[in-house]
């Protein structure tokens, strides 16, 4: 799938675009707002919070910090079938927990890395203190690539 | 050529489209649900007899739906489908995709043939993988040695 260097046509190796993903910090692109519940909030509470702010994904904290994420996917795999029996738990039971986040100093060609290949959508963003300060979507990586398009 | 041209100039055939999952508008919600947890997809498009979309049903509409009923998961999938679904042709180029995603804010694009017919599924991940495969520098690099980054295929369309 992804090839490597040597593969490339030499007319991509100029392309100002390798630069701004390697200079650019994630804090570049979008990253809030960002939605968050506690790890005790209901399942029906974060199911809540996902349709009635039209979000994929909200982060789960305990004291500021990153436990784990709560999203569609989650309700798909584990919630709708069983709602009724799911609804009052707490949302840590079905959250995907340590999920995969990227730092706000880290490069934005790091967000890019977990949604294209670890295949994370929605990248959680945290400072040295492994606290919440938001997430990329590919919405948003989206945008900050047309951004520099338009720029250009 | 820079990512930007090529993205004007190459089809959406290019892109690594995924294998749509496709219903008729009598199915069950629930089978629905179970197909999309055992292909991995994050939504059902519903076509008919001759395979031509004619609506699609998401995970974030199952969202919405589970805050009103739990109940819906019995109904038939064209009670809930959305009737409007955004399209490509595999010869379009790759910036309509782009385009889409940006103006209609839509994570899946149905890619159909000359015909109309259903033939593969792309969005939010197939783009990413596009670009991805353009820097290979910084982003093979940034997944190989990233302490928080798991392999590939974790995650899901």
């Known amino acids: ?152 | 050529m820079p990512l930007y041209e090529n993205m004007q100039s190459q089809l959406v055939s290019r892109l690594s489209l995924r294998e749509p999952i496709s219903a008729t508008g009598d199915t069950p919600l629930r089978e629905a649900i179970l197909r999309m947890r055992k292909g991995k997809l994050g939504c059902t498009i519903v076509v008919d007899d001759d395979q031509r979309p004619i609506g699609m049903f998401t995970e974030s509409m199952l969202t919405q739906l589970l805050t009103h009923t739990s109940a819906a998961v019995d109904d038939p999938l064209d009670k809930h489908m959305a009737d409007r679904w955004p399209w490509v042709k595999l010869n379009d180029p790759i910036v309509d995709v782009l385009d889409a995603m940006q103006t209609k804010n839509v994570r899946f694009l149905c890619v159909v043939d000359q015909n109309g017919r259903l033939v593969g599924l792309t969005g939010q991940k197939s783009f990413m993988e596009f670009v991805a495969d353009h820097f290979p520098d910084q982003v093979i690099v940034k997944w190989v040695v990233g302490q928080r980054h798991p392999g590939r295929g974790k995650g899901d369309d």
Do not use: W
């Open chain 1, 1 to 152: 799938m992804l090839g490597t260097s040597n593969e490339r046509p030499d007319d991509l190796r100029n392309d100002p675009l390798e630069k701004v993903l390697a200079e650019e910090m994630v804090a570049a692109i979008q990253h809030e707002p960002y939605v968050t519940v506690t790890a005790e909030a209901t399942v029906a509470e974060a199911i809540e919070k996902l349709a009635g702010l039209h979000v994929a994904c909200v982060l789960v904290e305990d004291g500021g910090k990153l436990v784990g994420v709560f999203t569609d996917r989650d309700v798909l795999d584990r919630v709708a079938l069983e709602h009724e029996a799911m609804r009052d738990r707490p949302v840590s039971e079905v959250m995907t927990a340590n999920p995969v986040c990227v730092h706000e100093s880290d490069s934005a060609a790091a967000a890019l890395s977990v949604m294209a290949v670890s295949g994370y959508r929605h990248v959680p963003v945290v400072d040295l203190d492994d606290k919440i300060v938001g997430i990329v979507s590919p919405q948003r990586v989206t945008a900050f690539l047309r951004k520099y398009f338009t720029d250009r």
